[in-house]
């Protein structure tokens, strides 16, 4: 079946950096653009990009742009998400999710990956 | 980058009542690009409306989602015990994608 399969959690010390895997199968990994959104605890959601996983294309949320990469790995379909300098308020969980429309970058999410919480604390 | 405001913030209703949960935007939503989601606690959220109106697969037809333009809603005809959670309006025809605030669904 259709899914994605994020990495555990991680904690790190302000400053550093984090990488979050998003493991995809059941489909054409290349066919769909790909999203990632953080939600704080208690909070609401927030969009922080896109990768195209065909080219490797991205566009960042504007306050997160520098410190924030978005690659994938066709071999293995996989896409990541770096996050660097890491401040308590990027403390979060982190969601990979599909564009349910094949080749479209505009589109609702339809597959969410499970999750993956990191926590930011010295 | 379009604000989505959802109201009301928290809905108390019983069992077998019907929802009405409103979201507006500061500018109008481009080709209806205009999705819902529920969100329940420790899971993501799960797809319910998009294209303002259509439902996604294996959403029962008590969902349906209307509007165009700055305002929108989603309604549950008869709520079910199943269906008290946060739900989320998103718009994603103008970049950046935005998300409203939420509006949980409590029993009352």
């Known amino acids: 079946q259709v899914q994605l399969v994020q990495s555990g959690a991680e904690v790190k010390k302000p400053g550093a950096s984090v990488k979050v895997s998003c493991k995809a199968s059941?489909?054409?990994?290349?066919?769909?653009?790909m999203h990632w959104v953080r939600q704080a605890p208690g909070q609401g959601l927030e969009w922080m990009g896109i990768?195209?996983?065909?080219?490797?294309?991205?566009s960042y949320a504007q306050k997160l742009q520098g410190r924030v990469t978005m690659t994938r790995d066709t071999s293995t379909s996989t896409v990541y998400m770096e996050l660097s300098s890491l401040r308590s308020e990027d403390t979060a969980v982190y969601y990979c999710a599909r564009v349910w429309r094949d080749g479209y970058p505009k589109g609702a999410f339809d597959i969410w990956g499970q999750g993956t919480m990191v926590t930011v604390s010295s | 980058e379009i604000v989505l405001t959802q109201s009301p913030g928290t809905l108390s209703l019983s069992p077998g009542e019907r929802a009405t949960l409103s979201c507006r935007a500061s500018q109008s939503v481009s080709s209806s690009y205009l999705a819902w989601y529920q969100q329940k606690p420790g899971q993501a959220p799960r797809l319910l409306i998009y294209?303002?109106?259509s439902r996604a697969t294996g959403i029962p037809d008590r969902f349906s989602g209307s509007g165009s333009g700055t305002d929108f809603t989603l309604t549950i005809s008869r709520l079910e015990p199943e269906d008290f959670a946060v739900y989320y309006c998103?718009?994603?025809?103008?970049?950046?994608?935005?998300f409203g605030q939420g509006t949980k669904v409590e029993i009352k």
């Open positions: 294209g303002a109106s």
């Open positions: 990768i195209n996983p065909s080219g490797g294309s991205t």
């Open positions: 059941g489909y054409t990994f290349t066919s769909y653009y």
């Open positions: 998103q718009q994603y025809g103008s970049s950046p994608v935005t």
